[in-house]
């Protein structure tokens, strides 16, 4: 069966290449810390992520989808160039950066979901549900490793990512299961209150 759905293979294609980016990235971060922890931490993201590119090759070859040349080369070029820079830039902008990355890319798994459920094809919900939630604990691990750290204020108003604000709208303390998870990434935009009761606005990236 051939998917009838521009957007969805073009996102499933980008997802494809992009997750070779990411695992690219996270080898030149694992090997710029110094601290054990952080780096054996960084190389289990990077096999996540390794393994999120199978699962979509998967799901491509099942509506033979072919796998983009240029999306392939671009992201390999993106990943090493971002993998070297880890070396060069400090400490804290790779914590940032990848965080700030993988709260994006939460959406774009919850909007494949979407993709597939408007075209009635429910078979993948769970393989997507679960990689958008994996993406979410990167977001969170990321964010945890800087969220005391002096320069976040200032890098969060710059690049709208930080403590207050995510491009995603999942909560893992308050998880919906995979039959209620529809309403992750629908909004552009919505409020919604923290801890202290204060509403705060929350960043969505998706179009739909
Ligand atoms: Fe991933
Ligand atoms: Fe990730």
Known sequence: ????????????????????????????????????????????????????????????????????????????????????????????MPFYFAGSLESGNVCEYFRMKHFFNGLGITEHDVMLYEMGIKEKEHEVYFLSKIKNNKLLPLFEKLFNWGSKKSFNNVDLDAKYPVEASDVYCKAKRMEYADQDGIPRSRTYKTTT
Request: proline share 1%; glycine share 4%; hydrophobic share 45%.
């Open 1 to 92: 069966m051939k998917l009838q759905h521009n957007a969805l293979i073009d996102l499933l294609q980008k997802a494809y290449s992009a997750e070779k980016a990411a695992a690219f990235a996270y080898q030149g971060h694992a090997g710029s810390v110094k601290n054990k922890t952080e780096k054996a931490a960084i190389y289990q993201i990077e096999l996540d992520e390794w393994n999120h590119r199978k699962e979509v090759l998967e799901i491509m070859q099942q509506y033979q989808i072919p796998v983009s040349n240029w999306y392939e080369l671009r992201f390999h070029i993106i990943g090493k160039v971002i993998s070297f820079s880890c070396y060069i830039i400090g400490w804290f």
